[in-house]
């Protein structure tokens, strides 16, 4: 099966994808009371968790690529349109202050640009060439990975930007919600999450959505940890930009730790804030000039800097 701009192919695509099913048994749910209606919703979503699990294995496999290409300096780059595609940007722009990333390390693209976070971009999600263009603007190449999203597994967009980054050399994942769809089978590793139709006939973004944005946090949060962003299930790497992040930052640094305050904020002087280099201060006994170098030398891993400061 392969995508179609025929309007009447299309229907009959479309028709044939369980993400779009018509359920004739909710076709009276206008009618419910409104507690009846939240209770047919919970229940709906529940069963997305135990739909992720079937695609663990792929979801796995899929995670230590990206890692090892990340791990080269490589970038991780979502790709899709309308729900998928803000579901990625959302997931890329929460990676700098939840993991202190660089810029442009993670990146989320959405058909049609900033503009579709909050408006529909016609035709946007049906240009290939689009997806094309916009993975040119940020010279995709071998040590990258480009993910696309999209929950019926056949926009143009994501399949196109799929297709354009694996003949670019670059890993591609391919994230969809109906089995053997064209996202899948054009990227190296394809992730089927069938949550079956919708409460409201082909509304994805609801448990097809909510499936993605499961395996979205999975893809970005295991990568990170991989990377070391992570001292055990504390986030070492946080950037502290506002006071709420501040102290946290010294929540973890006290966990990490078992230090008294007095030794936390002079930790954290010595090393101008960053959570990391404060830990090895106190638990490695080191200046910070000498932290920020373990660390580096170290590739950033806390544990094998831990292991350089007591040698």
Same mark, same amino acid.
């Given at each position: 099966?392969?995508? +179609?701009? =025929?309007?009447? $192919?299309?229907?009959?695509? #479309?028709?044939?994808?369980?993400? *779009? ?23 709906? =979503? ?9 695609? &663990? ?17 490589? @970038?991780?780059?979502y790709a899709g349109a309308g729900t998928a595609g803000r579901l990625g940007v959302l997931d890329a722009s929460e990676c700098p ?6 810029? %442009? ?16 971009? /016609? ?5 290939? *060439?689009?997806?094309?263009? =916009? ?5 995709? %190449?071998?040590? =990258? ?8 597994? @056949? ?19 391919? #994230?969809?919600?109906?089995? %053997?769809?064209? #996202?899948?089978?054009?990227? /190296? ?6 949550? %079956? ?25 295991? +990568?990170?940890?991989?990377? $070391?962003? +992570?001292?055990?299930n504390l986030m070492v790497d946080v950037r502290a930009s506002n006071e709420k992040l501040r102290a946290r930052s010294r929540r973890?640094?006290? &966990? ?21 280099? !404060? ?12 932290? !920020?170098? &373990?660390? /580096?030398?170290?590739?950033?891993? &806390?544990?094998?800097?831990?292991? !350089?400061?007591?040698?």
């Amino acid at each position: 099966m392969t995508p +179609t701009s =025929d309007p009447r $192919g299309l229907r009959a695509e #479309l028709e044939t994808l369980t993400t *779009e099913a018509f359920r004739p048994e909710l076709a009276d749910i206008d009618r419910l009371p409104t507690a009846e209606i939240a209770r047919l919703m919970n229940a709906e =979503d529940t069963t997305v968790p135990a739909a992720v699990a079937t695609a &663990l294995p792929r979801i796995a496999a899929a995670i230590d690529a990206v890692a090892a290409r990340m791990a080269r300096g490589g @970038r991780l780059v979502y790709a899709g349109a309308g729900t998928a595609g803000r579901l990625g940007v959302l997931d890329a722009s929460e990676c700098p202050p939840t993991f202190n990333t660089g810029p %442009g390390q993670v990146v989320g693209l959405i058909a049609g640009g900033p503009e579709a976070m909050v408006t529909s971009v /016609e035709g946007a999600e049906d240009s290939a *060439e689009l997806a094309r263009a =916009d993975l040119d603007a940020l010279k995709i %190449g071998p040590d =990258d990975t480009v993910v696309g999203v999209s929950a019926s597994g @056949r926009t143009p967009y994501a399949i196109g930007a799929v297709a354009h980054a694996r003949a670019a050399g670059a890993l591609t994942v391919g #994230l969809s919600c109906n089995a %053997g769809s064209p #996202l899948a089978a054009a990227a /190296e590793h394809g992730i089927e999450v069938v949550v %079956g139709p919708e409460l409201l006939t082909g509304s994805t973004r609801l448990k097809a959505g909510t499936a993605q944005k499961l395996v979205l946090n999975m893809i970005s949060t295991i +990568t990170m940890i991989r990377l $070391g962003k +992570t001292y055990g299930n504390l986030m070492v790497d946080v950037r502290a930009s506002n006071e709420k992040l501040r102290a946290r930052s010294r929540r973890i640094v006290a &966990l990490a730790t078992g230090a008294g305050d007095d030794e936390i904020e002079r930790a954290l002087t010595a090393t101008g804030g960053e959570v990391k280099p !404060a830990i090895l201060v106190v638990l490695g006994g080191v200046d910070g000039p000498t932290a !920020a170098r &373990l660390l /580096e030398e170290s590739g950033g891993l &806390l544990r094998a800097a831990l292991g !350089a400061a007591a040698d």
